[in-house]
C-alpha cells in the first residue's frame, strides 16, 4: 500500500443505499484505477483515470460511478443498481514514467 | 480465451523448496510483465516486473518472461512459511493491466 490510502477497511450495506469508497494517494502518480476482486475471478476493472476530471469504463463498470476532481483522490461510488455488490475493492496507482501498478489495502464490502 | 491464464493450485510445499509459479497469455503486445503477492484480506504488493523477454533476479526471487513461448515464471528459492500468499501474475501493453487469477501457495514448516 504504502502511499495509497482506502478507507473504510471494512463496510456494510443495506440493499437499496448507495455507497462511498474513499482512494487517496500522495505518490504524485498520474493515473488511478478500481478494481473488484473476487474468489477465482482474479481482478476485474471497474473504472480508470488517467488525469483529473477524465475517467474511462472498465469492463464492469454498470452500477458503479467514480469522480476525479483532485489528481490525489478517486472515490468509488457504488449504487443500488449493482446487483451484487458485494466483493474486496482495489484501488492501484500508475505513474507516468512507470509500467507497474502499486495497490491500496482494499475495503471489504459487505451488502446486508 | 482468457487474456492472462494461471493455475488458481493451491500448492503446498515443504519450507526450502523451489516453487515454480507460471503464467500464459494470448497478447502478443503485452511488453511489461509483473507478479504480486497478495496476503489474506490485503492489497497485492508488487514484488517484481519485467521488460520484454528475459530473467530477473532479486534475491530468492526470479522472473522468466519467454515472449516466444508467452510464458512467465516466477521462481522461489529457498521458499519460507512467510512466502505462503496468493501470487498473482499481470502484464501490460499501455494502460490497461491484465492480471491472472492467481495461484495460492502454502509453504509447510
Known amino acids: 500500500d504504502g502511499g495509497i490510502t482506502q478507507s473504510p477497511k471494512y463496510l456494510f450495506r443495506k440493499e437499496g443505499q448507495n455507497v462511498t469508497l474513499s482512494c487517496e494517494q500522495n505518490?504524485?502518480?498520474?493515473?488511478m484505477y478500481w478494481y473488484r476482486q473476487d474468489p477465482g475471478q482474479g481482478l476485474r476493472l471497474i473504472y480508470y483515470s488517467q488525469i483529473v476530471n477524465d475517467f474511462q469504463k472498465g469492463d464492469i463498470a454498470e452500477g458503479y460511478s467514480v469522480s476525479r476532481e483532485k489528481k490525489e483522490s478517486f472515490p468509488l461510488t457504488v449504487t443500488s443498481a449493482q446487483k451484487n455488490p458485494t466483493a474486496f475493492y482495489l484501488c492501484a496507482t500508475r505513474g507516468r514514467a512507470t509500467y507497474t501498478q502499486y495497490f491500496g489495502p482494499g475495503t471489504r464490502l459487505t451488502v446486508l | 480465451q482468457k487474456e492472462v491464464e494461471q493455475d488458481p493450485g493451491p500448492l503446498s510445499v515443504p519450507e526450502g523448496a523451489i516453487v515454480s509459479l507460471n503464467c500464459t497469455y494470448s497478447?502478443?503486445?503485452?511488453?511489461?510483465f509483473m507478479w504480486y503477492r497478495q496476503y489474506s484480506r490485503k492489497g497485492p504488493e508488487l514484488l517484481m516486473y519485467?521488460?520484454?523477454?528475459g530473467n530477473k533476479e532479486d534475491g530468492r526471487f526470479t522472473a522468466q518472461v519467454d515472449k516466444s513461448s508467452k510464458y512467465i515464471s516466477l521462481f522461489i528459492r529457498d521458499s519460507q512459511p512467510s512466502d505462503s500468499a496468493t501470487y498473482l501474475c499481470?502484464?501490460?501493453?499501455?494502460?490497461?493491466?491484465?492480471f491472472g487469477t492467481g495461484t495460492s501457495l502454502t509453504v509447510i514448516p
Open positions: 505518490l504524485n502518480h498520474d493515473a
Open positions: 497478447n502478443s503486445a503485452f511488453q511489461y
Open positions: 519485467t521488460y520484454s523477454s
Open positions: 499481470a502484464m501490460s501493453a499501455g494502460n490497461q493491466f491484465y
